[in-house]
């Protein structure tokens, strides 16, 4: 059976799961709502679907069998609350919210409900990750102990878009706080520290543009995730798993696999990918099929809700661990 899928927002993110759904066998998209409704007809017109600039016309329309959430974090929380009181099981963008208590005042109705909710963590799906996550499991490198995840992006973004994004740790750094938790057991210590060294938004608004933290493991297992907001190389996104047999890691996309060698230089590479949207295409892709099957009750690795509770509980750790100078104690996940 083809799932009927409702978008909810025609963003920049919600562009690329219109195309996403569209290009798969398991999924059609039959409705879009966005209040800016010509960016909802855009995408109508295009990949296919009813266009609305109300959601609640989608969510009652009778015509769908799951939700995507790709709408501004504000209003995530009421439109899971909403999906889910019709039965609508729905993927929703990180972050759940920025506020953990409307969060927490969720949390009771999505475990009561039974209808599957799943958080955007895409990076979960990446090939490489997912593959050095599953090595990691076999035993190939011995019980992990060290964790090392680099993310910086290209550049900062406008300082309108800091004002509300919730800080580097809720906006940025809570996918490698998901990623860290994708590998290690409960995290039960988070010390974080943050500088504004060159951004002019992020100093005018109390954030970071360069953060590090540190999470230890129930295990003793460490992860250490360095975060910067800019990135004269390109999207820079690597990781190693080590341990004592040996480590794995996954470096950088680049650009293109041609290299130069010179009298002036050897093996001159081009940049880096330069954008999320190139680096991980193909996540996104295996995101969607696996939320397929959450929906269809078959084995999934959707993250959950749950999992995005956790994430938000670590950025806010994060937070004020930075603000405090302080490591902060972590309540392992319930």
């Known amino acids: 059976m083809t799932l009927r899928f409702g ?16 290009r798969s066998e398991e999924a059609s998209l039959a409705w879009i709502a966005d209040p800016f409704i010509e960016g909802a007809r855009r995408v109508a017109e295009t990949f296919g679907g009813t266009a609305t600039a109300d959601p609640e016309e989608l969510l009652g329309s009778g015509g769908i069998d799951a ?10 929380v009421e439109l899971i609350a909403r999906s ?29 409900s039974g209808v599957p909710v799943a958080l955007g963590f895409n990076r979960r799906f990446d090939p490489g990750f997912a593959g050095v996550r599953a090595r990691v499991a076999a035993g190939e490198i011995g019980g992990l102990e060290q964790l090392t995840i680099i993310s910086r992006d290209p550049s900062a973004p406008p300082a309108d878009y800091i004002a509300v994004s919730g800080g580097i740790f809720r906006d940025m750094t ?9 590998f290690l057991d409960d995290v039960v210590e988070v010390s974080a520290t943050g500088s504004a060294v060159f951004d002019d938004g992020a100093r005018e608004h109390g954030d970071f543009d360069t953060a590090v933290v540190t999470l230890r493991a129930a295990s003793g297992a460490i992860a250490t995730i360095i975060n ?29 696999l041609i290299s130069l060698s010179t009298a002036q230089a ?28 959450l929906v269809r009750g078959e084995q999934s690795s959707s993250p959950t809700f749950e999992d995005g509770r956790a994430a938000l509980l670590l950025a806010d750790a994060a937070q004020r661990s930075a603000v405090e100078r302080r490591t902060v104690q972590v309540e392992p996940a319930a």
């Open 7 to 22: 978008l909810i927002g025609t963003g920049r993110i919600g562009q690329v799961h219109a195309a996403n759904i569209a």
């Open 67 to 76: 939700v995507l959430v790709a709408s501004p974090t504000p209003t995530h």
């Open 84 to 112: 889910i009181e019709l039965g609508l099981p729905v993927l929703c963008e990180k972050p759940i919210d920025l506020d953990i208590t409307r969060v927490d005042a969720l949390r009771d109705a999505v475990r009561s």
């Open 174 to 182: 809570i996918h490698d706080f998901d990623m860290a938790r994708f």
């Open 228 to 256: 910067s907001r800019h990135s004269a190389v390109g999207y820079d996104q690597r990781l190693e798993a080590f341990g004592p047999l040996g480590s794995l890691s996954v470096a950088n996309a680049p650009t293109s």
């Open 266 to 293: 050897v093996e001159a590479k081009p940049p880096y990918q330069d954008f999320f949207l190139e680096r991980y295409a193909q996540a996104y892709v295996d995101e969607l099929h696996a939320f397929v099957r």
